[in-house]
């Protein structure tokens, strides 16, 4: 019997990016109760190593038509919560614009600092925008013309990734080398719409910027090839953001 998986991928796009419906709805210790389905307590005694515990959730690795039942109810109890979200309708209408191809695994929408960023693809390339609202209008951060300005004429028009940091006034966004897993990460300040002389390459999967809380900087996990580790702590300019440049 093979276990079914029910989050395909246009699910999990959108259930990455709708994660502040949730948070808006109190679920980030705000006093907010939900009815999740039941989950049955089969106490397991283990010992490995030397080490003993009791693991009370063993039975969901097997693979029967109870454990089966247990995935579908807890699938639409967090499709129904997801449905109700207040940004439901507007992540679902960005997700073709978006591309919806089987092989994306990032979300279109990111809510960080009260803007709102959309990724958006289209024939000549990807483009990314930001609004003060869900329905704002939007206001062009990223787009092919821009990115050439910047990266040159050779820069591919192909955004892999964007993370805003959590006041929403810097955007990281990665550009792919071509290879579908290196690319360099660029960052933009968002009102001046200028980029910042900050970027670092590596796998856009494993080293993606992790900002600061209070949004002054990121840690970059850096894979370290001789000691399997992680390493570099890389911070943002403290230095004033340059002007907005003049003109259109």
Known sequence: MKRRHFLRNSSMLLAGASLSSIALRGMAGQGAHFDYPPTRIEPVEKSIGGVTWTDNYAWLRRETEEVIAWQQAQHDFAGELLREGPEYDYVYRHLDPAGGDSGRTMAPVRNRGGKWFVLEKHESGHRLSVSESPDGDARRLLDPKRLQSWLGEAASAHISGFEPSPNGQILGFAI????????????????????????????????????????????????????????????LSTAPPPAKPAGP
């Open 176 to 235: 792919d080398a071509g290879t579908g897993r290196e690319g360099t990460w660029y960052f933009v300040d968002v009102e001046c719409e200028v980029l910042l002389n900050q970027s670092y390459t590596g796998d856009l999967m494993f080293e993606r910027p992790e900002w600061f809380s209070d949004s002054s900087g990121f840690y970059r996990p850096a894979a370290e090839p001789r000691t399997g580790g992680i390493s570099s702590n890389r911070t």
